[in-house]
Nanobody, 115 residues
Framework: QVQLVESGGGLVQPGGSLRLSCAAS????????MGWYRQSPGKEREPVAL???????NYADSVKGRFTISRDNAKIAVDLQMNSLKPEDTGVYYC?????????WGQGTQVTVSS
């Protein structure tokens, strides 16, 4: 099994920045992908940013140019740098790890963008 530990959520003003981190541990097999999903009130959980074990990235259209997903050089981990945050970015952000077709999820961290 894979365990995911998230950190970095919180309250930030519109236009501000926030950085989320997620570290994976357990039985890790390559290739794998990691990423961040979010669930906003009244919406389904949706992918925000994904990164493969080879470093390829994919972003939701709504966050392109504002969010950056990256890998930690020393750990099986990913960060999500969120800039120019908007109120509509508010939601619960979940770290995701996928290997062998199986999804693993973090507990979720709340991100609230409000003045």
């Amino acid at each position: 099994q894979v365990q995911l530990v998230e950190s970095g959520g919180g309250l930030v003003q519109p236009g501000g920045s926030l950085r989320l981190s997620c570290a994976a541990s357990g039985s890790i097999f390559r290739p794998y992908s990691m990423g961040w999903y979010r669930q906003s009130p009244g919406k389904e959980r949706e992918p925000v940013a994904l990164i493969s074990s080879f470093g390829f990235t994919n972003y939701a259209d709504s966050v392109k140019g504002r969010f950056t997903i990256s890998r930690d050089n020393a750990k099986i981990a990913v960060d999500l740098q969120m800039n120019s945050l908007k109120p509509e970015d508010t939601g619960v952000y979940y770290c995701n790890h996928n290997q062998k077709g199986t999804n693993y999820w973090g507990q979720g961290t709340q991100v609230t963008v409000s003045s």
